[in-house]
């Protein structure tokens, strides 16, 4: 589309949301999304008015301290930083079980304080209509690495950075014990390593542990 001699690329513009519906892949005991109309036209109303039942952890969504840890930082005190600007997508879709200190060796993580990480999740396991219990997740080794390069925000392509079933939730309480926020559930397929302008926008609720959001990636070009 042009106007005023200005040209907009949507091509860069990448939306890596996952749709959060009551089809959405949900962790195991959760209740699953439900949408349904308040009011409707056919039933009368001057409107169709919708509402939704869903945890903040369905979909896409972001983690923050508060999570895990009572004395943490809720979401309304994480500064925006945390969920917008430069940000690299790892290529680790060669892993077989997890994100471990041996997959970052090679990686500039100093140089970047938004990391994402693309795995199997997005390229196989999202493909799958039921929640997959050998999902990628993110290894202690990695947390530990990520939190000693003072990455502000880590983000993985499902439900959770832990493993399941795990005990002690090691790579929740390492990263947000540390004040590094996760941002889980973003869908990577399609997206080739290197860097991007990361901007996640999380619901702006107050005083929770967490909120979805809509995640989109800008190449560099993109322009408006």
């Known amino acids: 589309m042009k106007g005023g001699g200005m040209e907009t690329n949507s091509d860069n513009l990448i939306d890596i949301s996952t749709p959060l519906s009551k089809d959405t892949i949900i962790y195991p005991g959760d209740p699953a999304p439900e949408y349904g109309l308040l009011f409707s036209l056919a039933g009368g109303g001057i409107a169709n008015v919708g509402a939704m039942k869903h945890g903040l952890h369905h979909g896409t969504h972001v983690d923050v301290p508060y999570h895990f840890n009572d004395n943490g930082r809720k979401l309304h005190e994480m500064p925006l930083e945390f969920w917008v600007g430069p940000a690299l997508v790892v ?22 304080r938004r990391i994402l990480f693309k795995t199997k999740n997005s390229t196989q396991y999202y493909k ?3 929640f997959y219990e050998q ?3 993110l290894h202690q080794s990695a947390c530990d690495l990520l939190v000693k390069n003072k990455v502000l925000t880590v983000g993985l392509d499902y439900i959770t950075v832990d493993p399941f079933g795990c005990d002690g939730f090691p790579a929740h309480n390492t990263l947000l014990s540390n004040e590094v926020c996760i941002i889980e559930c973003i869908d990577l397929d ?3 390593a290197g860097e991007y302008f990361l901007i996640c926008l999380p619901l702006k609720l107050i005083g929770t542990d967490g909120a979805n959001a809509r995640a989109l990636l800008l190449r560099k070009g993109f322009c408006f």
């Open 91 to 112: 290529d680790a879709t060669h892993e077989d079980a997890c994100i471990s200190a041996d997959t970052l060796q090679d990686i500039p993580l100093d140089r970047y």
């Open 190 to 192: 399609g997206v080739e």
């Open 128 to 130: 799958k209509t039921e």
């Open 135 to 137: 999902f990628i997740y």
